[in-house]
């Protein structure tokens, strides 16, 4: 990474870099198998990958450099897209 780059326009890819673990987490993510009528994202997200996600990046992540809210804003936005839609869930 460029010093003079700032660290709000790191990309997701840029993220992996300094942070492996990220890219074991897109890993899991997408081979989750999801063969059941039911599936909602939002409780998949909140038991399986928040917690460890929050360790990772941003304001509690190991890296200082990633302990931004920019970070985490687009590292939770490309993980969490790469969830399956919800469906037949409380949520809809």
Same mark, same amino acid.
């Not at 300094?18 to 039911?38: D, F, K, M, V």
């Given at each position: 990474? !460029?010093? %003079? %780059?700032? +660290?709000?326009? &790191?990309? /997701?890819? %840029? %993220?992996?870099?300094?942070?492996?673990?990220?890219?074991?987490?897109?890993?899991?993510?997408?081979?989750?198998?999801?063969?059941? #009528?039911?599936?909602?994202?939002?409780?998949?997200?909140?038991?399986?990958?928040?917690?460890?996600? !929050?360790?990772?990046?941003?304001?509690?992540?190991?890296? #200082?450099?990633?302990?931004?809210?920019?970070?985490? !804003? +687009?590292? /939770?936005?490309?993980?969490?897209? &790469?969830?399956?839609?919800?469906?037949?869930?409380?949520?809809?």
């Amino acid at each position: 990474m !460029n010093p %003079q %780059q700032s +660290t709000s326009a &790191l990309t /997701f890819e %840029q %993220q992996c870099e300094l942070e492996p673990r990220l890219s074991g987490l897109a890993s899991e993510i997408r081979a989750l198998s999801t063969h059941s #009528p039911r599936f909602c994202a939002n409780r998949t997200w909140g038991r399986n990958f928040e917690r460890r996600f !929050n360790c990772l990046v941003g304001w509690y992540a190991w890296n #200082p450099t990633l302990r931004t809210e920019e970070a985490y !804003n +687009t590292a /939770f936005r490309h993980l969490y897209r &790469l969830l399956p839609a919800c469906r037949d869930c409380a949520c809809l």
